[in-house]
């Protein structure tokens, strides 16, 4: 069964629908990249922890695991085989694709950083697409992997750019 909508005054009137039933997408977009720096901590409190050997990080690990945990279940509440995980990793590989992008800007390789910019901007989208159910699981896999995921022309990418704007209070 695929959620995906044919056109995106579908796709429109399917978010504007989550919003009547009260999503806040500007609130969730901030709540997603809290979810996405909560998992970099995540990662930073094991790798400090493994490099000094003091296993105080791997508590603080695990509260801010706590802290993400909580925080996800309020956007992803209904799952359906692995969404939930996968849902994190698009969230965390967006955060890491994003700090890459910024790394290569700052060296001058522009094209490079827009790139990456534009993969992590995708892998955001594919979340929200998930969180919204506008695209299956299946179909958020395959959009990752090969590009697809459209909707007409415009891509699950461009839909989530024009749906969710941190900018509109």
Known sequence: MSHTCAT???LEAKVRAAQKNGI?????EDLSIAIMNLVSLEE?????GAKTGKPEYYD???EVREMRKELLGRMIKETEGETWCISKHLLAASMRMLEVGTKLQSEGKKEE???TFKMAHKAHSLFF???LKLITVPESVKAATTGAAESG?????????KLV???KE
């Open 60 to 62: 603080l690990l695990g």
């Open 44 to 48: 930073h409190f094991f790798f400090t």
């Open 8 to 10: 995106f005054e579908e």
């Open 113 to 115: 950083a827009e790139k």
């Open 129 to 131: 697409a998930l969180r």
């Open 24 to 28: 806040d997408l500007s609130m969730e």
């Open 153 to 161: 022309p415009m891509s699950v990418s461009d839909i989530m750019g």
């Open 165 to 167: 704007d941190c900018c």
